[in-house]
Structure formats: structure tokens, C-alpha cells
T-cell receptor
Framework: QKEVEQNSGPLSVPEGAIASLNCTYS??????FFWYRQYSGKSPELIMF????GDKEDGRFTAQLNKASQYVSLLIRDSQPSDSATYLC????????????FGQGTTLQVKP | ETGVTQTPRHLVMGMTNKKSLKCEQH?????MYWYKQSAKKPLELMFV???????ENNSVPSRFSPECPNSSHLFLHLHTLQPEDSALYLC?????????????FGEGSRLTVL
């Protein structure tokens, strides 16, 4: 069983729509959750993190966490073509050893 | 110079060569990481250094040898690699081990092993 699982996509949405990216994780003791965006040919960059159950909003981005269901999601409102990228979900294994587990990533395509 | 800088950006080597990848961070961070990114696979943690001491070796073959002389510099020494080692090698840093999820990545070194 994969530790962090994402649908690889591509997820295609029209410009202005809401894009919903999902991630599940297997380690019930995981405590912190991160979303990275990676443009083609570029390195990943952190866009959101969430530690507590519920929603966390930052501009057009909302991260949602449900620890009981071991599920984290990223919503992108008013999607723009510039949001087209691969979105990586990452989970911090407890113990502060520096071990961050990444999912395979979901490729998002926003069509004008 | 800002952020995390990696050199070389591209490297082609034969299986018998010895080469090194270099990473330098100008962010004042204390933790540094090597990740491997292969096509169709998740980012894979290789090594973690905290205040230049290695805290994690994620079962990496000995043909990859890391070196961290100080908190700002990280090297990955490569020798007798295999074609399946061809990948993008990403260096990253974080303020501390406790901030391991808040990584700043370099642009990566694209390695091709012939």
C-alpha cells in the first residue's frame, strides 16, 4: 500500500472553475500535511500546509484535512491557466526525523 | 545569490565515472536534504542533514555518498552508477528539522547515466 496516494490525472478544468485535488495517506499518526506545486521543468514550491482538522484558506487556495478519514485535499477557486502544474501532496512522518513522504502528484490542466 | 543553488544543472556520466553534485543554500537554514525524482514516481527522500550531521539515510545504495561540510553546503558524490540512477536530483533546505515540510528546493541536477 502506497503511503501517500494521489490520482495522477490529468485533471482538466475550465478557466474559472474550482479544481479539487485529493490525497490519502496510510500512517494514522501523521501530523502535518503539505501541498507543493511543480511547474513542468521546475522544482517543487510549497503553496499550503495544514496541521489541524478542517479548512485553511489562503487566497484562492483552500486546504482541507480530515484525519479520521486520512484524507487531505486542495481546492483552487477561480482556476487560471497559470495554475496548470503538478500538485504534490506530502505528509510528515512523526518524530521530526526530517522524513517527508510525497505522493506521485496530480497534474492539473486549466483550459482557457 | 539567493535561495538554493545546485550545480551542475545537467550531468552525463558513464557507469565507471566519479562525479559530484553540489548544493548551496543562502537562506540561513540548518537542515538540508537530497531527493531523487524519477519519471512517474513520487519524490524520494535520500538523505537528511541537520546542523551538518546526517539524521536520515533512506536505504540509499553506497554508490551515492553524501557530504555536508557545513549547514550551507551539501554534496552528493556519485560513483559506479547504474542507468536506472538517471533522474533529477533535488537538493532542499528547511529552517530546521522541525520544519521539514517547509522545504525550499533548488532547481535540480538532471543526471543521465550511460
Amino acid at each position: 500500500q502506497k503511503e501517500v496516494e494521489q490520482n495522477s490525472g490529468p485533471l482538466s478544468v475550465p478557466e474559472g472553475a474550482i479544481a479539487s485535488l485529493n490525497c490519502t495517506y496510510s500512517d494514522r499518526g501523521s501530523q502535518s500535511f503539505f501541498w507543493y506545486r511543480q511547474y513542468s521543468g521546475k522544482s517543487p514550491e510549497l503553496i499550503m500546509f495544514i496541521y489541524s482538522n478542517g479548512d485553511k484558506e489562503d487566497g484562492r487556495f483552500t486546504a482541507q484535512l480530515n484525519k479520521a478519514s486520512q484524507y487531505v485535499s486542495l481546492l483552487i477557486r477561480d482556476s487560471q491557466p497559470s495554475d496548470s502544474a503538478t500538485y504534490l501532496c506530502a505528509v510528515n512522518v512523526i518524530g521530526n526525523t526530517g522524513k517527508l513522504i510525497f505522493g506521485q502528484g496530480t497534474t492539473l490542466q486549466v483550459k482557457p | 545569490e539567493t535561495g538554493v543553488t545546485q550545480t551542475p544543472r545537467h550531468l552525463v556520466m558513464g557507469m565507471t565515472n566519479k562525479k559530484s553534485l553540489k548544493c548551496e543554500q543562502h537562506l540561513g537554514h540548518n537542515a538540508m536534504y537530497w531527493y531523487k525524482q524519477s519519471a512517474k514516481k513520487p519524490l524520494e527522500l535520500m538523505f537528511v542533514y541537520n546542523f551538518k550531521e546526517q539524521t536520515e539515510n533512506n536505504s540509499v545504495p553506497s554508490r551515492f555518498s553524501p557530504e555536508c561540510p557545513n549547514s550551507s553546503h551539501l554534496f552528493l558524490h556519485l560513483h559506479t552508477l547504474q542507468p536506472e540512477d538517471s533522474a533529477l536530483y533535488l537538493c532542499a533546505s528547511s529552517l530546521a528539522i522541525a520544519n521539514t515540510g517547509e522545504l525550499f528546493f533548488g532547481e535540480g541536477s538532471r543526471l543521465t547515466v550511460l
